[in-house]
T-cell receptor, first 116, second 115 residues
Framework: DAEITQSPRHKITETGRQVTLACHQTWNHNNMFWYRQDLGHGLRLIHYSYGVQDTNKGEVSDGYSVSRSNTEDLPLTLESAASSQTSVYFC???????????????FGPGTRLTVT | AQTVTQSQPEMSVQEAETVTLSCTYDTSENNYYLFWYKQPPSRQMILVIRQEAYKQQNATENRFSVNFQKAAKSFSLKISDSQLGDTAMYFCAFKGNNAGNMLTFGGGTRLMVKP
């Protein structure tokens, strides 16, 4: 069965360190997204990609970067981790737009990141 | 930019009863899509139901149905015959026609189903 996975599931890091969160999907979806989930804010979009070599900034992109070298993976990098980046991070994917697109996004299980 | 508001941070309902979760949104677009996602304690986000704005008929999926009021920009979720497994965070989400494939989420409503 197709799926979307994230690793690690939990991560503790120190302020100032570079951290990379992995996201891998086997849906063969063109679109991939990174969100952070914080209490009271729902999910906020960090970065997104509509295909290989395409990346775009979302609502809360400062301090984060992504790269898309293949269809399956969209790693999220925190260049210099800050305590404000302590959060739960979700990766999602969706199919390309077409006549029967549902626009449903399929989510990974999330990564809980703690920056101390 | 579109905004999605869920005005009920927490709700509770007795098992087998019916509960309605509220969602309002702000947009100037005429065609768009609305979603309700469920996030149980496992954290896995699951699509519950989806509504296309150009469709007059309210979407239903088994015990889940929506009341879509386009003029009022309201999209509430009704859960009938609530079950313990319905305990979760529920998020309302909006996708505009001019927003590519991005979703805008509300802040969520935590629903507790009591035995």
């Amino acid at each position: 069965d197709a799926e979307i996975t994230q690793s690690p599931r939990h991560k503790i890091t120190e302020t100032g360190r570079q951290v990379t969160l992995a996201c891998h999907q086997t849906w063969n979806h063109n679109n991939m997204f990174w969100y952070r989930q914080d209490l009271g804010h729902g999910l906020r979009l960090i970065h997104y990609s509509y295909g290989v070599q395409d990346t775009n900034k979302g609502e809360v992109s400062d301090g984060y970067s992504v790269s898309r070298s293949n269809t399956e993976d969209l790693p999220l990098t925190l260049e210099s981790a800050a305590s404000s980046q302590t959060s739960v991070y979700f990766c999602a994917s969706s199919d390309r737009e077409g006549p029967s697109t549902s626009y449903e996004q399929y989510f990974g299980p999330g990564t809980r990141l703690t920056v101390t | 930019a579109q905004t999605v508001t869920q005005s009920q941070p927490e709700m509770s309902v007795q098992e087998a009863e019916t509960v309605t979760l509220s969602c309002t949104y702000d947009t100037s677009e005429n065609n768009y899509y609305l979603f309700w996602y469920k996030q149980p304690p496992s954290r896995q986000m699951i699509l519950v139901i989806r509504q296309e704005a150009y469709k007059q008929q309210n979407a239903t999926e088994n015990r889940f149905s929506v009341n879509f009021q386009k003029a009022a920009k309201s999209f509430s979720l009704k859960i009938s015959d609530s079950q313990l497994g319905d305990t979760a965070m529920y998020f309302c989400a909006f996708k505009g026609n001019n927003a590519g494939n991005m979703l805008t989420f509300g802040g969520g409503t935590r629903l507790m189903v009591k035995p």
